[in-house]
Every structure is written in structure tokens, then in C-alpha cells.
């Protein structure tokens, strides 16, 4: 068996432990003679792996008492819209920040159901850094104030936490979430899917403070309405029962490798790597402001566009796949979550160099 260098943006490389252990449990969950993905959620084996993916979740992020974690389905672009539905109700507008292609969906979804004002937008520099606080045109009277706190797509990533004063800050943190220890009591609420950084797709995580709860759009469904699924323990509806299985073994590795400053510090000298070698490099560049950069996503050009088919054909022969840059970018992308191994930006990183030295 070999395993490729998975620089995927999402779904995304998990840890090999956790699949192995997954494997080896298929047949037969812990002497229960069934396969997680056969039991019910309604059942004491599942209850258990499901309070325990909850508490771990709760240790690792540092969730205050006073905050719900929400285990949904739909993915971050449904919470596009389940977000507004369930928080805009309050005032009926809310401010959006754009930053980049996420946001900029997040932003429109939200226009449906209410009304939304750019408060900040990083398009005049093609979305290459993040407005700075001060240039926030910010409404006294939204619901809440919508960031992603790192643009998947286009390498930008909040290294400070907005102050939003008293309106709630809500962040689709789908591919950073569990990357660096953030301050839950700053943000109102958090949303992620899970398959970035903490397991398979089709898992949508939500941490929600309490008094935001209970203000649902009359027309929410009922499924995702946060608080019915807060007083039902997220099986208002059938959960994703092996897509939690996972994630909790993925937070269970994530807690014996040190929790998430030991992953931070990882993901920071994983990220330093390839930017210095950008930095040195006249062949490559990084297109994003630096002090922006996203330690997530990578987004690079080569010297000439024309090289980059031969650059990710020569690639994929060494075992490193999906460096391929989104198309509305152009060029490369690396996404270094937190389950891509030191030793794979290493290899990456002596790969282009020598693509460098034999077409420079
Ligand atoms: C991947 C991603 C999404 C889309 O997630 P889906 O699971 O396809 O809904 C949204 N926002 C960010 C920041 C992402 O990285």
C-alpha cells in the first residue's frame, strides 16, 4: 500500500491512525458485533461515541458553559442559509465582511432572507488581504457581523479576532476550525464542516451561544432550526453517525499529540517551510499580503503559467496530488491542514525546487 502526499482543499487527508483504527474496527465496534455505521442513534454505544466526539470537541476549543455544540448536516453552504435563518431575525439585517469566494456566497445566501449590507470587502485587491478593522463600515442595528475566518480558495486568513462590541460575531470556520486555540466567548457563533480539518464530509459542526438561540425565521425548517436541535442533542433528525464516529477519532489524536496549541505549532513550522521558500524563490510567488496568509491553504503561481500542467503531472508521478489552484485563482494550491504531515511539505518544497532548477 502506498499512501499519496494529499495536498487536497476538501475533502482532505485524515490522520493514518484514525483510518486504521477505523479499519480495524469495521466489522465490530468494541465487542458490539456491529459496524458503527449500523447502530442506532438511538442506541448506548452510539450515545456514548457521540457524547464523548462532544466532549472532546467542548475540551479541545475551550467551550464555555453557556455555548451549545451542534452536530448538523448540510455543510457550511447550508449554513449559508441556516444561519441567517435562525439569527437575522432579531433586527432583520445583518453585516457581511467579504473577503473572498466563501464570504462572498455566505453574503448572497443571506440576501434571501433579509437585509444585508457589506460592511468591508476585499475586492478592490482581488481579495489578496483582509480589510483592516478600521475600514469596516459596521451597522449598529445587524443581528450579527459574518466572517470566514479563513478564505479556503484564496489563502487569506484572520491572524487577530474582530471586535464586533456588543453584535455578535459569527464565523464559517470550515477550514481553519481546530488549526490554532481561538477564544470561543468572542464569537456569538461558529460554524464548520468537518472535512478540512476534523473528519469526513457530510458532518456540519455549529458552536452557538445560548441567548442566540430561539430566534429562528418562522419558515426554518425544522431540522435546522438550532434550537430544536440544541433541545433534541442534534438528533432532532438522524445525525451523520459515522461521519462523528470519525471526527471523534480525530479529536481523540488530536488531544494525544498535545491539543490544539501542539497542532498550532505544527501547522505554523508546516506553513513556515513552504512560505520561506516562496519568499526566497524568483520562480514561484505568493499572491497574498503577508501578514494575512492563510497557514491552511497556499496559494502559489509559477513564473509561467504555461509550466503548470507539467508541474502537477511531475507532481503526481512523486506522489503529491491535488496541487492543482482553484480555478478562479489560477495557478497552485497547497492545503497543509492539520493532518498533512512536516514530511510532506518537505517533500512539496524539494520537489519545487527542483522543478525550479531544471526550468528556471
Ligand atoms: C469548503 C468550504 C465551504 C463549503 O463547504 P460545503 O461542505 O461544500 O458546504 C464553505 N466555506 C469554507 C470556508 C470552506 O472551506
Known amino acids: 500500500m502506498t499512501r499519496v502526499f494529499n495536498f487536497s482543499p476538501g475533502p482532505a487527508t485524515l490522520p493514518e491512525p484514525v483510518l486504521r483504527q477505523a479499519a480495524a474496527e469495521m466489522l465490530d465496534w468494541h465487542g458490539s458485533g456491529m459496524s458503527v455505521m449500523e447502530m442506532s442513534h438511538r442506541g448506548k454505544e452510539f450515545i456514548g461515541i457521540y457524547e464523548e466526539a462532544i466532549a472532546l470537541l467542548r475540551e479541545l476549543m475551550q467551550v464555555p458553559a453557556n455555548y451549545k455544540v451542534l452536530f448538523m448536516q448540510g455543510g457550511a453552504i447550508g449554513e449559508n442559509a441556516i444561519v441567517p435563518m435562525n439569527l437575522i431575525g432579531r433586527t432583520g439585517r445583518a ?11 455566505s453574503c448572497k445566501e443571506a440576501a434571501k432572507f433579509g437585509t444585508v449590507n457589506v460592511a468591508a470587502t476585499g475586492e478592490g485587491n482581488g481579495f489578496t488581504a483582509i480589510p483592516k478593522r478600521a475600514e ?41 476550525i481546530l488549526s490554532r486555540p481561538i477564544d470561543v466567548s468572542k464569537y456569538g457563533l461558529i460554524y464548520a464542516g468537518a472535512q478540512k480539518n476534523m473528519g469526513p464530509s457530510g458532518l456540519t459542526v455549529v458552536v452557538v451561544r445560548d441567548d ?27 445525525p451523520p453517525t459515522y461521519a462523528i464516529y470519525i471526527m471523534g477519532l480525530v479529536l481523540k489524536h488530536f488531544q494525544s499529540l498535545g491539543g490544539i496549541a501542539a497542532i498550532e505549532a505544527h501547522n505554523k513550522a508546516k506553513a513556515k517551510v513552504l512560505y520561506d521558500f516562496l519568499d526566497a524563490s524568483k520562480f514561484y510567488r505568493s499572491p497574498v499580503a503577508r501578514e494575512d496568509r492563510s497557514l491552511m491553504n497556499v496559494p502559489f503561481k509559477l513564473k509561467d503559467d504555461a509550466l503548470d500542467a507539467e508541474f502537477l503531472k511531475d507532481a503526481q508521478a512523486r506522489g503529491m496530488i491535488q496541487l492543482k489552484g482553484h480555478r478562479l485563482v489560477g495557478g497552485m494550491r497547497a492545503s497543509l491542514y492539520n493532518a498533512m504531515s512536516i514530511e510532506g511539505v518537505q517533500a512539496l518544497v524539494k520537489y519545487m525546487k527542483e522543478f525550479e532548477d531544471t526550468h528556471a
Not at 453585516?95 to 456566497?105: A, F, K, N
Not at 430566534?215 to 425548517?221: G, K
Request: aromatic residues 12%; glycine residues 6%; proline residues 6%.
Open 95 to 105: 453585516d457581511y465582511i467579504v473577503t473572498g469566494e466563501w464570504s462572498t456566497r
Open 212 to 238: 442566540l438561540l430561539g430566534h429562528a425565521l418562522p419558515v426554518t425548517p425544522s431540522a435546522f432550526n438550532y434550537q430544536l436541535q440544541s433541545e433534541n442533542d442534534s438528533m432532532y433528525n438522524t
Open 136 to 176: 469596516w463600515k459596521l451597522d449598529p442595528k445587524a443581528a450579527y457581523v459574518h466572517i470566514c475566518s479563513n478564505e479556503t480558495i484564496g489563502g487569506v486568513q484572520y491572524h487577530w479576532t474582530p471586535d464586533t462590541g456588543s453584535v455578535p460575531l459569527v464565523a464559517d470556520m470550515s477550514s481553519d
